[in-house]
């Protein structure tokens, strides 16, 4: 069921291995460690926000570590997009009122998708197209070319925050042309955005877990770049 699933999911603490790791030791009511790295780009851009709560959309949400770290904020999700049978009955589970769309490639086709704008679109798509242990066929595979369809999402729902996130090997994959061409995508939809290299080891977590984490915010790069590189923001 819904509930043993979870259970088990609180058990392992599978948050230790998604994203940024630990937040400083707090822990959210379910007893599941916070991700300091979605915490902290929440407080920085809580500088540059001035409206009420954010309103979030979540692909590839797996466990929903953006949720985890954005509940206790007052951000919510207005919808997930898993597919996947055990995160998508965590999901079920620990947010019962939110849809989850399944299958990103066709949630435009959902009614929910559009129903009310999002603040941000949020998502780590898959990465073993562009890790540097795998055949590296980038955005010419499938699961690469999800990157893609995030910005597809993006062109459609036009919302003024992304975060993306992914491994170091994307910077490389196709020689650079792959990581290019997802820059490429936002700037010609008109974000600016910033990129960054994070280290979980330097957010309380005991290992080495280096992601690639590009914001982008709807028409200004200042903002985006304010989010990775000011101090407050780490």
């Keep these: 069921s819904p509930g043993i699933v979870a259970a088990q999911f609180r058990k392992r603490s599978l948050w230790i291995g998604l994203l940024l790791g630990r937040g400083g030791g707090r822990k959210a009511d379910a007893g599941l460690p916070v991700t300091g790295g ?14 009420g709560p954010v309103r979030f959309g979540s692909v590839c949400s797996g466990i929903e570590a953006a949720s985890q770290a954005w509940d206790p904020l007052g951000w919510k999700a207005a919808w997930f997009s898993e597919i996947d049978r055990f995160p998508s009955a965590v999901l079920a589970d620990r947010w019962p009122n939110t849809p989850n769309l399944g299958d990103m490639t066709t949630i435009h086709k959902r009614p929910e998708f559009a129903d009310e704008p999002i603040d941000l679109l949020v998502g780590g798509t898959p990465c073993q197209s562009f890790s540097v242990a795998g055949l ?3 955005l010419a595979d499938p699961r690469g070319n999800l990157a893609l369809v995030f910005l597809g999402i993006a062109d459609k729902l036009r919302p003024t925050w992304i975060v993306w996130e992914n491994i170091p090997g994307v ?11 997802f820059l490429g995508g936002l700037g ?19 290992q080495r ?7 982008g915010h709807l028409g200004d790069w200042r903002r985006a770049a304010a989010v990775l590189f000011e101090r407050e923001s780490l």
């Design 136 to 138: 590296r066929r980038g």
């Design 38 to 51: 979605l915490r902290a780009f929440a407080a920085s851009l809580r500088a540059y926000w001035g409206r």
């Design 209 to 215: 877990r280096r992601r690639v984490f590009v914001v």
């Design 171 to 181: 910077l490389s994959s196709g020689k650079g042309r792959d990581f290019g061409a």
């Design 188 to 206: 010609e939809l008109g974000y600016g955005f910033a990129y960054r290299v994070l280290d979980a080891q330097y957010f309380g977590l005991a």
